[in-house]
Each structure stands twice: as C-alpha cells, then as structure tokens.
C-alpha cells in the first residue's frame, strides 16, 4: 500500500471535527496491525520558517510528532532531499 500523503492527511485532520491524537493512534494500530508492505510519503515541514499563525505552528508540531512517531514504528526511514535519498533508518 502506497500513502501519499501524510501531510495532507493530517492537514484534512485539522480542519475537521476530528481528535488529532485519537486520529494518529488510530492510524498507529492500523500500521502495527498491517501485514503488507506499506510505503508512507510525508513532508519534512519543521525545518523552514516559524510558521506566523497558531495554526500554523499548531500544525508544524503536529506533523513533527506525527513523522516522528511513524518513523519508530517504520522498519525503513528514507529522507529525499533534492531527488537524492539520505537513509535514516534501516537497511539501504
């Protein structure tokens, strides 16, 4: 299963009616239940600028949890900078 993205997923997340924490634990269960091979594309968005809005803060922290409570589930962490992998986690 390809996810593309978690980023957008999280920003639709926000703006709903939904529990954020409730929402990443449900998708936690999910990965950890999961049999298949499952590929999870995300945006880097904590190393720019200060978002100026709440919100926009709001949702830079909630990314920078979510990445990184997928990546300890992950057996494979792949950042791509520029077209060019960078292997954070597990085998090349």
Do not use: Y
Not at 26 to 41: D, G, I, M, S
Not at 71 to 87: F, H, K, Y
């Amino acid at each position: 299963m390809l996810a593309d993205c978690l980023t957008l997923w999280l920003s639709n997340i926000m703006h709903g009616p939904f529990d954020i924490d409730r929402a990443m634990a449900q998708l936690e269960h999910a990965l950890q239940t999961r049999e298949n091979a499952t590929v999870l594309v995300s945006n880097e968005v904590g190393l720019g600028l200060v978002p100026e809005t709440p919100l926009g803060r709001a949702f830079r922290d909630a990314q920078g949890r979510l990445n990184q409570q997928i990546a300890a589930l992950a057996s494979r962490v792949v950042l791509v900078v520029a077209g060019q992998p960078l292997i954070v986690k597990g085998n090349t």
